[in-house]
């Protein structure tokens, strides 16, 4: 692992891989990690669910992945402990785009902490996520969600 990233709103950071970049989305409010030569991308994000409830990020994975009508077994997502206390919903799974027959490979994830969801979204195309599949789960693996009920506060 190389130097921690931060997003642009202060409400995260983790450790991005050697050799990867981090900069602000393009909206400003998330922030992308990536190797110039690497096959994929990883999205992150954060969202105030409106209270300081400690969301579960089972359910909220489950939900996103509805809307994508993208359907998993229980046993397809892993439970991931963060640093402070926070937690995480990991699964990976293929798309097929049915205009292109392009398949893409994605990792997604959902971390909580009491007050505060961060989303991540990793996708590459099929046959390409060996190159980046544990540099990506190592990297969510470090995540820290900040300020969120003083959860791993600063």
């Known amino acids: 692992m190389s130097e921690t990233a931060r997003d642009p709103e202060g409400r995260f950071e983790l450790r991005a891989p050697a050799g990867w970049q981090a900069a602000p989305d393009e909206d400003g409010d998330g922030l992308e990690v990536w190797s110039d030569e690497g096959a994929g991308t990883l999205h992150l994000i954060s969202f105030a669910p409106g209270d ?81 599949r544990e540099a990506v789960r190592e990297a969510l693996g470090t995540l820290r969600i900040l300020g969120a009920g003083e959860i791993g506060g600063e």
């Open 52 to 132: 300081d409830d400690f969301p579960d990020p089972g359910e909220e994975l489950y939900a996103f992945l509805a809307e994508q009508d993208v359907e998993l077994e229980e046993d397809e997502v892993d439970d991931v402990p963060l640093e402070g206390g926070a937690e995480m919903a990991l699964c990976e799974y293929l798309t097929e785009d049915e205009e292109s027959g392009e398949s893409l490979f994605w990792i997604v994830g959902v971390a909580a902490a009491p007050g505060r969801l961060v989303f991540a979204t990793y996708f590459c195309p099929a046959g390409q996520e060996a190159r980046e």
